[in-house]
């Protein structure tokens, strides 16, 4: 098969880059074969070169800068032994050839290579092991190889040179490829694509931060790159993102999210779409700390998100794509929300790196008490997919593409499939130029063949022995010596906050939006790069953004007098909430009694009751505060007069969390029945008492009763 579709489509994204170097103005200077710095201004690559088959020749599109003049200048072309390892290929990164050349063009004039407004157009014939390409060109490459072991990645170095001194005025070190289209067992190769603008933080205002116009920018140009790719890739979309998005209400971010929905929408072949953790955070760490409540919050908000604003149809469970450690409490806590396989970096597992790359998959943790299948992140090409690395963006996406099929011939596959994986940055800004260059090299390649997460761990096997490297089928994971400094208490205290919150507003769709925003900042508040320090301070903000919103009700009984036995007494619940809320309204004192089966409390609450012990008596009914203005009425009983101050609360449903609170004062002027039979008693008494001394005073007045009683005193012995 003639790999026409990668070298066209190669091509063609090589355009942008054409332009570019054709308009750039950096001055011309002199540059020896070996030097570490490549110019990408005077002398570029336009697309990565083809492969090259018995049938294919090597063909490379070069830019020149603007304004040369051609007749003056010549270009060198020295081909390089292959490659073997890994080792000696990130030798050439730096533009420095391995070894001595096995083939030298010499001077070839500029001027004769078929040019057009690109640029020219470099064919070089190859003859391996007797069998010499189609194809005509200034010279040929011979491999120095035997027939049927030609295959390879060779490096190859391009000078352009000044014809008149034969300095070097630049050079570009790409790779001569060769390949049989029949070669067994392709490299499976599963790109990792992490989709974010940038780590969020909680805003103490009780919102999501907005995207910044720059990240905007990149997120735009990102997913419009990988819009185009006719290849299998697994995306990874950031809820904290997609969230974000989804809140702004500027039409750029509108704009982003729905072409983000239809990125991970599209009908593409093998476009797979993972769920993973609302927040940027270190699951390891958090299951490490006892929090493996707030793993499942993150995975389960992460899921709700992407399905309810990308309209994904993305589950919990399957394969989780970690970018931190994660020992065996974390392992079992996502053995528990349905993860069967996990991508780990390299230093997650126990023991040395391996000698050859590590391509076979592994079970992780242990065997008794749970593991998951692993696959660890290959650290060499998820360096070389940093932006960092891009300063020619057609080179370094051409360099990528020749490690990958390195990799394949460091130790070719017969029968069982190797693999390797690589992860982008999580906000990944690199030039749309290099992202289509190496998606489209990527397309029809006989040596690596692109898969997605779930077919890369359903084919490729766990364990066995790779060349003459044997793989172990299973590993522990490392042990993290850092101390993890969550602020466990506080987020424990946070989380049991909102939780009570939630139940009291979910019964409304406003209300239930509330609460998800709330448990969002608690969330953001986990990201693992905030650091300590920020991290509590994130908790605050989230708690803070809480009781904002349990400000805007109050209770306010005032003050009751109660003039009789018993009342009806009104309390007023005030809501300044969009949203209805639900709570339980309480009242509980020593000095009050409340009739059991004559409460009342009116249409907005329902099921009272009543509980007496230890001389306490309490009330309490759920109701559904819905409106600006709400009486709850409350049958009461003094049992003494006097005033005395009483508390109440509406509390949440199923908890203690306090929604609103306030004072009752009770002045009571009431008597019981006793009180008044006794007060009647000592009336009585009193009033005899007095008839009694007012009879004996008037006797003593009447003169009958005086000279009687003097009578009586004389004859007194």
Same mark, same amino acid.
């Given at each position: ?113 078929? /040019? ?38 060779? %490096? ?6 000044? /014809? ?87 039409? @750029?971010?509108?704009? /982003? ?102 391509? @076979? ?63 982008? %940055? ?27 997460? /779930? ?240 009879? @004996? ?21």
């Amino acid at each position: 098969m003639r790999p026409r579709t990668r070298r066209l489509a190669a091509f063609g994204a090589g355009a942008l880059a054409a332009t570019l170097s054709a308009t750039a103005l950096l001055a011309t200077q002199a540059a020896p074969a070996g030097s570490k710095s490549q110019s990408a201004s005077t002398l570029s690559l336009l697309a990565p070169p083809g492969f090259v088959t018995p049938d294919q020749p090597f063909q490379a599109q070069l830019g020149i800068r603007s304004g040369l003049d051609p007749s003056s200048f010549d270009l060198e072309v020295d081909l390089y032994p292959r490659l073997l390892y890994r080792s000696e290929f990130d030798e050439t990164l730096s533009g420095t050839p391995v070894g001595a050349a096995l083939a030298k063009s010499g001077a070839i004039a500029l001027a004769s290579l078929p /040019a057009d407004q690109r640029g020219v157009q470099l064919t070089v014939p190859v003859e391996a092991g007797g069998s010499t390409t189609p194809g005509s060109g200034p010279f040929t490459a011979h491999l120095d190889c035997q027939s049927g072991s030609c295959a390879g990645v060779y %490096p190859l170095l391009i000078q352009l040179t000044d /014809a008149a001194t034969s300095a070097v005025v630049a050079h570009i070190l790409t790779y001569l490829v060769y390949t049989y289209p029949s070669d067994p067992q392709p490299l499976r190769f599963a790109l990792v694509v992490p989709i974010s603008t940038q780590s969020q933080a909680p805003s103490s205002k009780g919102t999501l931060l907005a995207p910044r116009s720059a990240a905007l920018s990149k997120l735009d140009s990102l997913v419009f790159t990988l819009s185009g790719a006719r290849i299998p890739l697994t995306l990874v979309p950031s809820p904290a993102t997609v969230s974000s998005l989804a809140t702004d209400p500027s039409a @750029r971010s509108r704009q /982003a999210l729905r072409s983000l929905s239809e990125l991970v929408n599209a009908s593409a072949v093998g476009r797979q779409t993972l769920c993973g953790p609302f927040a940027d955070v270190d699951v390891g760490e958090l299951a490490s700390a006892g929090l493996a409540n707030e793993v499942s919050q993150q995975i389960h908000e992460g899921a709700s998100v992407l399905k309810g604003d990308l309209d994904t149809s993305c589950a919990t469970g399957g394969t989780f794509v970690s970018e931190s450690m994660l020992d065996q409490s974390a392992l079992s806590a996502l053995a528990n929300l349905g993860y069967q396989d996990v991508v780990v970096p390299q230093s997650a597992v126990t023991g040395p790196a391996p000698s050859a790359t590590w391509s @076979r998959l592994f079970n992780l943790g242990d065997t008794r008490t749970g593991s998951l299948l692993a696959k660890t992140v290959d650290p060499g090409l998820s360096s070389h997919l940093q932006v960092a690395a891009h300063t020619d963006p057609v080179l370094a996406a051409d360099q990528v593409l020749a490690e990958l099929e390195l990799i394949y011939y460091e130790y070719p596959a017969t029968e069982k499939p190797r693999g390797v994986v690589a992860v982008t %940055p999580s906000s990944w800004g690199a030039s749309s130029t290099f992202v289509a260059d190496l998606l489209s090299g990527l397309e029809d390649n006989p040596m690596v063949r692109p898969v997605n997460l /779930a077919t890369f761990f359903s084919e490729v096997p766990a364990g066995g022995t790779t060349g003459a490297v044997s793989q172990p089928s299973s590993r522990r994971p490392a042990v993290d010596g850092t101390t993890a400094r969550l602020p466990v208490r506080a987020i424990r205290l946070a989380r049991a906050r909102l939780q009570e919150f939630a139940g009291a507003v979910s019964q409304s769709t406003a209300g239930t939006k509330e609460a998800q925003v709330l448990d969002q900042l608690l969330l953001l508040a986990e990201t693992r790069t905030l650091g300590a320090k920020k991290q509590q301070m994130a908790v605050s903000d989230a708690s803070a953004a809480l009781f904002t919103q349990l400000h805007s009700l109050s209770v306010n009984a005032g003050e009751i007098r109660l003039t009789s036995n018993a009342a009806l007494v009104p309390i007023t619940v005030v809501k300044n909430l969009p949203y209805p809320v639900t709570g339980v309204i309480g009242v509980t004192s020593d000095k009050l009694t409340f009739p059991q089966g004559s409460q009342s409390p009116g249409g907005i609450c329902h099921s009272p009751e009543v509980h007496s012990s230890a001389g306490r008596s309490s009330f309490s009914s759920r109701c559904v505060i819905s409106h600006s203005t709400n009486v709850v009425y409350v049958d009461m009983r003094a049992r003494a007069s006097g005033d005395f101050r009483i508390s109440v609360t509406l509390t949440s449903p199923d908890g203690p969390l306090v929604l609103a609170s306030g004072q009752l004062t009770v002045r009571s002027m009431s008597t019981s029945a006793v009180s008044i039979a006794l007060s009647i008693l000592a009336a009585l008494v009193l009033l005899a008492w007095w008839g009694r001394t007012l009879w @004996r005073r008037r006797r003593r007045r009447h003169p009958a009763h005086a000279l009687g009683a003097r009578a009586a005193t004389r004859a007194a012995p």
